[in-house]
């Protein structure tokens, strides 16, 4: 007769034959889920008599279930006495949830659910910051800055943030113990702020890690809490070692090995979930906290998968993976299911917010799929993005728009039969730290972009007279051209067919009579890019989806 044993671990064929000598059976898991299997053996037979279980879960049972009528529960401490196995299997996958993912506490039980859903899998899991509260963070320090000392814990958002992660803890049933010390170090930190009058680049990173530090603390308690046992994780103290640029740092190849040692010693040691803060690193240096720029949690996922060379990275956003467009743009935008990860890489950096514009190198070094999936919506397939896919009948894949672009035209007649001219203009950009979008050269001029994402962290004022300097700097040496208030819009796809594409895109753009004032296509053969004014730019988008993604382009083929 042939038996039936359902309790947590993995699930395996129901047709495997177990050989005549199994006595006993050990299963690992981190997760409270179902195994199930039939073994053709009768169901007085000794292997259900010799069951050794090790894992993660505390205070739970299993149930021993015989289609030949016998039933068996055996306890935890009943079978962990028993269990002579070695460790766990090791971690299988990252699972990235940013900040709409965990932005309340019935979020947080959904994202629960959502994981204890893969019963195969042994994630690791990285959070962003509980909805709004970066921003909120951020506009604490600045409130700070001028509020006086005294003033500091009657701020707004302040209230908020403690309101906010006390009212989580509470109705998830954790201590809020857990978050009361960093609610402490936060205040004391405006404090701080305030009687200095200044927030610094490298106390806004320490400011905004709260966030993360808070919100894996209470995502961990609550996961302990119900049975599933993990371990909370500062990113910062795990490896993760970044170069000192507070705000936007990068990541060092020497996180790799220390990231990798520290998680895989901990699992084989004491396998529990890890929860590791997203966004954040230690500058190198200065042993400080740094941030890895906006939606820096991605970078944290894809760098832990290649580190320890995971079979999947899932990043899971408020969208059903990545879109054709951007769906406040235009409502019909609809996901794309595969990409690589040069375009995915190139729709980061122009403007997709669905990603982080570095997120790619290291899935991409690592070849490690990256799925990018919607938690509002688990079952929707999402996006997959690997090294290679079918071209053969792509053309476009997304079209992405970067607004508030300032444009240069620049223009000598120095620049004929001249080498070094282009070192000369680039080394002033390089001076100032202010990195360049896109490029078109002639023989007698430079139009290029700058990268607005740069300047996010600097006051207006600052801007403006930063880019006063380049247009004095570049005036010494050629004739400059400054234009502001532009939008790039990049085509996305399979850019072997440009000349079909661009064919398409321009009667597109002159049927609505806007003027493309800069074209360029990039090096890396998946980007078309188009700059317009910005008052053109949404409108731009809606025809271009229309014409590329609703409409039969078999002409194109021809």
Known sequence: MAASLRFSGLKTPPTYSFPKQTSSLQCHSALPTLLSFAAFWPSNSSILRNISLRRCCESRVFRVCCQGGNVDVIQRNEFEAASSGEAENQLTCVMKFGGSSVASAERMREVADLILSFPTERPVIVLSAMGKTTNKLLLAGEKAVSCGVTNVDAIEELNFIKDLHHRTADELGVERSIVDGHLEVLEQLLKGIAMMKELTLRTKDYLVSFGECMSTRIFAAYLNK?????????????GFITTDDFTNADIL?????AVAKRLNDDWISDPAIPIVTG?????WRSSAITTLGRGGSDLTATTIGKALGLREIQVWKDVDGVLTCDPNIYQHAEPVPYLTFEEAAELAYFGAQVLHPQ???PAR???????????YNPNAPGTLITRNRDMSKAVLTSIVLKRNV???????????????????????????GISVDVVATSEVSISLTLDPSKLWSRELIQQAS???????ELEKIAVVNLL??????????NVQRSSLVLEKAFHVLRTNGVNVQMISQGASKVNISLIVHDNEAEQCVRALHSTFFESDLSELDQ
């Open 365 to 375: 070094e690592g070849d490690i799929p990256v799925r990018v999936k919607n938690s």
């Open 359 to 361: 997120s790619m190198r």
């Open 406 to 432: 300032t444009m240069l035209d620049i223009v000598s007649t120095r620049m004929l039969g001249q080498f070094g001219f282009l070192a000369k203009v680039f080394s002033i950009f390089e001076d100032l």
């Open 279 to 283: 966004f954040l690193g230690k500058g």
């Open 484 to 493: 502001q208030h532009r939008s790039i819009i990049s085509l996305i796809g």
């Open 466 to 472: 930063e880019l006063d300097h380049v247009v004095e």
């Open 253 to 257: 190849e020497a996180t790799y090995p």
């Open 226 to 238: 119900i049975g599933v046992k993990a371990r909370q994780y500062d990113a910062f103290e795990i």
